[in-house]
């Protein structure tokens, strides 16, 4: 699945790029979520509030915020998103590239130009999305960035995940520890004691039977875990310096 945005304040413009993205993605047999915004303080909200988009189009000039600061405050909440501008206006290019996004479109292109950096945006996305877990439950399907997976626990039958996604963002999934453990790759994720796994990019340092990760965070490890936990984590920074 991918999610996108898009946010233009003249919605002749998005619902026209709604229907090509529709189109495209139907060609190709994509799985397009798409939500539509008139103006850039709503999509920033709604990214604030806890959902997230693989890819943005933008317009530039838009009345209250433009779309260079949406795309600044939207990259700050979702720094893997892809940001495709499409904009009457040419003479911003040089400030989009400083702004690391992924394509610069005119209007007066729109339909070929759009076409080509949709579907490389789309290659790019699925090569992200290859290393993330998903998330199912009874009436819900989410993605998450394994990069972005702090630890796991459990709450009764429930596994929490633990992220530092916008508002700290905590996923709920009906398995056990055990049996999302068995879907995680076992080079990044370590068991630490039967109700807990770490990612190991996030962990710091190890001592006094616990482990500390990014945020201050500390994680007992359990005697048995502790050192096998070391020689995992000494096997893994070697191997990633």
Avoid at 40 to 64: C, F, R, S, T
Avoid at 100 to 118: P, Q, V
Wanted: with cysteine.
């Amino acid at each position: 699945m991918i999610k996108i945005a898009i946010c233009d304040d003249e919605m002749t413009f998005v619902d026209k790029i709604n229907t090509l993205i529709s189109e495209w993605s139907a060609q190709n047999q994509y799985f397009s979520v798409i939500q539509t915004f008139s103006n850039g303080q709503n999509l920033i909200y709604d990214i604030e509030d806890g959902q997230h988009y693989d890819l943005v189009i933008l317009d530039i000039e838009m009345p209250a915020i433009n779309g260079m600061e949406v795309a600044d405050a939207i990259r700050r909440l979702l720094p893997d998103i892809l940001v495709i501008f499409v904009t009457s206006h040419t003479e911003y290019a040089l400030d989009a590239y400083e702004l690391s996004i992924f394509r610069y479109i005119s209007k007066a292109d729109l339909e070929d130009k759009l076409r080509h950096a949709f579907l490389d945006a789309v290659k790019l996305i699925q090569i992200q999305q290859n290393d993330s877990y998903i998330i199912q439950n009874q009436n819900r399907l989410e993605r998450i960035p394994c990069k972005n997976i702090m630890y796991i626990t459990h709450e009764g039958k429930n596994s929490l995940f633990m992220t530092n996604l916008p508002n700290d963002s905590v996923y709920r999934e009906r398995k056990t520890i055990q049996q999302v453990y068995q879907n995680l790759d076992h080079n990044a994720f370590f068991l630490i004691d039967r109700g807990c796994i770490v990612n190991l990019t996030q962990i710091i340092s190890v001592k006094n039977n616990e482990c500390i990760l990014n945020g201050d965070i500390h994680l007992p490890v359990s005697q048995a875990r502790m050192r096998p936990l070391k020689e995992c984590l000494l096997t893994f920074w070697q191997s990633n310096l």
